[in-house]
């Protein structure tokens, strides 16, 4: 396994591949992240994994600086699971007029509505952050495939409709969350938590389970399930952010006709040490 900082040595690495595999991540890679690498290397003959925290993508008030960063442990996990190549580039390779300050990207991708919406509402212009660096990384990667979670519901959406939007000749493909055994979704984030914290975390999960065995048994006043889960939490010690059903296909409010829908939430839990975790976890069923 290669591991490269620069785009020349990425390009020169990758120049005689016949189909390359991609996995963009932020490093701190736990098992959600190397099942997204197994995926990668049933699709392509070199698979490469990108280990880049974005700026771009991080409000001023949110944790980029004490954002895990985990090279070394990363790249024992990728060689053990059969990654060709890592590439882990600096803030000034990924950003050339980066002056040690400001990233100076003055171009950048805007992404469409629902990116305003959901994770969106708070986080403002973290889409456009993620999309202008998966663009990014695309035209230096130049896959025939890539990987993302579905842990990240919006986010894959949003890649996937820049793919379509843009003509970019990549297949998206989604890998499945990977969950502890009490649901809770795993995460980066969850290193921020205690023990008994990772424990009350769970109960994201149990409340959007809720909601999907309620639509199963015919439920469809979706706001009163919503605010219901939404209740529940905040009385649990949660600062619920949202619990939204929506169409799996549109990403829009669901409609009580639709049969492929995601039961969406974020809810920041407490963390006595660290000030408060925000945590995410979707639910996506056809009913
Ligand atoms: O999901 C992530 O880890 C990041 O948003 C991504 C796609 C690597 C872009 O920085």
Redesign the pocket.
């Known amino acids: 396994m290669q591991i490269i900082h620069t785009v020349s040595d990425l390009r020169a690495a990758l120049k005689n591949q016949s189909s390359i595999g991609f996995v963009?991540?932020?490093g701190n890679l736990h098992a959600g992240h190397i099942q997204l690498v197994e995926i990668a290397k049933q699709h392509a003959a070199c698979v490469v994994v990108?280990i880049?925290v974005?700026p771009l993508?991080f409000s001023p008030t949110e944790d980029l600086a004490n954002y895990p960063r985990t090279l070394v442990a990363d790249c024992d996990k990728l060689a053990i699971a059969g990654c060709d190549i890592v590439f882990a580039p600096s803030v000034g390779e990924m950003y050339a007029d980066f002056d040690g300050k400001n990233l100076n990207q003055s171009m950048t991708i805007l992404p469409p509505p629902i990116a305003n919406v959901l994770c969106g509402a708070t986080r403002l212009s973290h889409f456009a952050g993620?999309a202008t660096?998966?663009m990014k990384?695309f035209n230096m990667v130049q896959p025939s495939v890539a990987v993302?979670?579905k842990k990240?519901f919006q986010?894959l959406f949003i890649?996937k409709e820049m793919v379509r939007q843009f003509n970019l000749p990549i297949e998206i493909i989604a890998g499945e969350t990977i969950r502890e055994a009490s649901g809770l979704a795993l995460s980066s984030r969850n290193g921020y938590l205690s023990d008994a914290q990772r424990i009350q975390a769970a109960q994201l999960n149990s409340a959007l389970r809720a909601i999907v065995h309620a639509l199963k048994n015919g439920a469809r006043d979706f706001l009163n399930l919503e605010n219901n889960a939404t209740e529940q939490l905040n009385n649990a010690g949660w600062e619920v952010d949202y619990i939204s059903i929506r169409s799996s296909l549109t990403l829009q409010p669901a409609q009580s006709q639709d049969k492929h829908l995601v039961v969406l939430g974020a809810a920041k839990i407490n963390n006595n040490q660290a000030g408060k975790t925000r945590l995410i976890d979707n639910i996506e069923e056809d009913i």
Do not use: C, K, R
């Open positions: 963009p991540t932020m990108s880049f974005n993508q993620v660096v998966v990384l993302f979670g990240d986010q890649i």
